[in-house]
């Protein structure tokens, strides 16, 4: 995202002209609401140095990165992995790279082809009871080519999903598919887990909606969560109207327009980043005009549609200006979610903006993003993300690697999300607002820790000395780590955010990025236990649990009656009390409490 030579590709000179081939992409290389990088994994072609880079990363996670054993490898067969759409449905089996297939989020039911996921849901339940039925009867026996009986399933769904459609979903997996259980997971969890993020902002761009959502420790807050309407449908519809435009009268001449058009020439001809200004001209260069061939149709004859630099440039202008449906761009959106969350932790979510879904494929999103977000912040609406200087004590812990070897520094940061994870533990009831670790060499790390406590109070008598208790050997997998100095001091730390966005890096396509995590997830050997079984749900029918969480479920409270159910059926929620270390915190303070 920090990359400005994005557009080099994408800048020629005045009047050059480019022909796209007359035949449009097929649903299969289009991708989802962009989209562009599904043609590498769903059939078509396959470039071999992002194939191989994206291999890589998931290797590293689906590997022996995780550190846990998975299913799959013995009598229990790998889990089905679907996420529902507005646009694309993605499918494939746990434990994989890449869905199987990506498909259209349509079936045809009476002889009308209709969509499957609609969220305004203003459709009855028998008509969307028949739309599932023959939907997911595609997607298990003519794409997957499963027997459902013996399978699990995990649910990769949007947060804001109807109540009606989970659960109507949910009565068809059971009881007509006999599926053997369902684990409902909300989208922007699922993001942050090939990522081994547990504090993340996901910005997660559609075709309908772009939502955005602070995940604390592993837990979606809710209250924070803000969805405009902005995303490629928003997109598609102004190329509709700068087609009508760029005639001069208004009128295309007659020739047809489908969405299928629309959306491939959003894919193929339009960036959604701004060209830089020519310091010899001072205006932006013109992208090439692209000719468009629109293939014969019954009543109209092959046309060519001219595809000029305005409307390649400009049609993307509708997910940043706030021109769309509800005069909300996805900057705001941003903004907004995080005045929703605690000041401790803006901080933090700043730097670990997390953003996938299809339309953020476009060429330069993430780099226009985060120029509009500089320039957003500094509104008076936004006075309060500024933030104020307090002096934190900031904890600086030298960390080394027992052993030697050349894929030490590899290793390192390999674990640095597991280092953290055992530094929070031994730091329990102390407030942590910020956490980086630097790799100085193949033995070394350096992990900074601010916080506006005073450690050696907390865990001991007052005195310096008692860091030291900080201090020992700490076990990561098949290494060993060991804390060898611990150093206090007192800064100046600030708390805006003015100058703290930051996009996370990953080797996944951003559009395929939640369902990774539920194939990753989906591979654990405790699927079964945090998943919702067919017996539990045949006794109670249409209770259908909240999942929010995929950390290891808690003890029960103190004061509940304890209940013979396996944990399954037992319902999780947020403590009513916000614990004391958002954000970076220790885990155990931020434990969710169950209820029967």
Request: glycine share 8%; with cysteine; proline share 5%.
């Amino acid at each position: 995202t920090t990359d400005h030579k994005w557009w080099c590709t994408m800048a020629s000179t005045p009047g050059s002209s480019t022909a796209v081939p007359s035949t449009r992409m097929s649903t299969r290389s289009s991708g989802s609401s962009a989209l562009a990088g599904l043609s590498s994994l769903s059939g078509g072609k396959r470039p071999a140095a992002s194939l191989s880079k994206y291999r890589a990363g998931a290797r590293s996670l689906l590997g022996d990165g995780i550190g846990l054993s998975v299913t799959g490898l013995g009598a229990e067969k790998p889990a089905i992995i679907l996420e529902i759409g507005a646009a694309y449905t993605k499918v494939g089996f746990a434990n994989e790279l890449c869905p199987r297939h990506v498909i259209p989020s349509t079936t045809v039911v009476n002889g009308e082809r209709v969509q499957v996921y609609d969220p305004s849901e203003s459709r009855t339940t028998d008509i969307l009871r028949e739309v599932l039925i023959r939907f997911l009867y595609d997607v298990m026996y003519k794409h997957l080519l499963v027997k459902t009986a013996d399978r699990r399933v995990v649910l990769c769904e949007p947060l804001a999903s109807p109540s009606r459609f989970r659960n109507l979903l949910a009565d068809l997996l059971f009881r007509h598919y006999m599926v053997l259980s369902v684990m409902f997971c909300p989208l922007p969890l699922l993001a942050t887990i090939p990522l081994w993020l547990d504090t993340a902002l996901v910005v997660d761009c559609g075709h309908s909606e772009t939502t955005v959502v602070a995940v604390f420790n592993g837990v979606p807050s809710v209250g924070s969560f803000t969805s405009v309407g902005t995303g490629a449908a928003e997109v598609q519809a102004s190329i509709r109207d700068l087609l009508k435009d760029q005639t001069g009268d208004g009128d295309t001449h007659g020739v047809v327009v489908e969405d299928g058009m629309l959306e491939d020439i959003m894919v193929r001809a339009c960036i959604a980043g701004k060209l830089p200004i020519d310091a010899a001209t001072g205006k932006a260069p013109d992208l090439p005009t692209l000719r468009y061939m629109v293939p014969a149709t019954p009543t109209s004859a092959e046309t060519t549609l001219q595809l000029m630099s305005t409307l390649r440039c400009t049609a993307c202008d509708v997910l940043f200006d706030g021109v769309g449906s509800d005069a909300a761009s996805v900057a705001s959106a941003v903004l907004d979610t995080l005045l929703r969350c605690p000041i401790d932790t803006r901080k933090t979510l700043a730097k670990n903006i997390v953003v996938c879904g299809g339309t953020s494929m476009l060429p330069g999103f993430k780099h226009r993003l985060a120029e509009t977000l500089k320039t957003l912040v500094s509104d008076p609406v936004y006075t309060r993300l500024s933030g104020i200087t307090t002096q934190r004590t900031v904890l600086t812990i030298g960390i080394a690697s027992v052993g030697s070897g050349g894929k030490d520094a590899g290793m390192l940061k390999g674990n640095c999300h597991r280092l953290r994870e055992e530094l929070v533990r031994k730091l329990e009831g102390i407030h942590v607002s910020d956490m980086s670790f630097a790799v100085e060499d193949s033995r070394k790390v350096t992990c900074k820790i601010v916080t506006p406590d005073d450690p050696a109070s907390i865990l001991g008598g007052g005195g310096d000395d008692d860091l030291d208790k900080l201090k020992g050997v700490m076990n990561i997998g098949q290494r060993t780590y060991t804390v060898t100095d611990v150093q206090k001091s007192s800064e100046d730390y600030h708390t805006g955010v003015c100058d703290a966005f930051e996009f996370a890096t990953f080797s996944f396509p951003e559009n395929i990025l939640a369902w990774t995590g539920g194939s990753i997830l989906g591979a654990l050997e405790t699927l079964s236990e945090r998943s919702l079984s067919k017996d539990a749900y045949l006794k109670e029918p249409g209770s259908i649990p909240d999942w929010t969480d995929h950390r290891a479920p808690s003890e029960p409270v103190k004061g509940s009656s304890k209940s013979d159910k396996p944990p399954v059926q037992q319902k999780w929620r947020q403590p009513t009390a916000r614990p004391r270390a958002w954000g970076m915190g220790s885990l155990a303070e931020t434990k969710v409490q169950h209820v029967q």
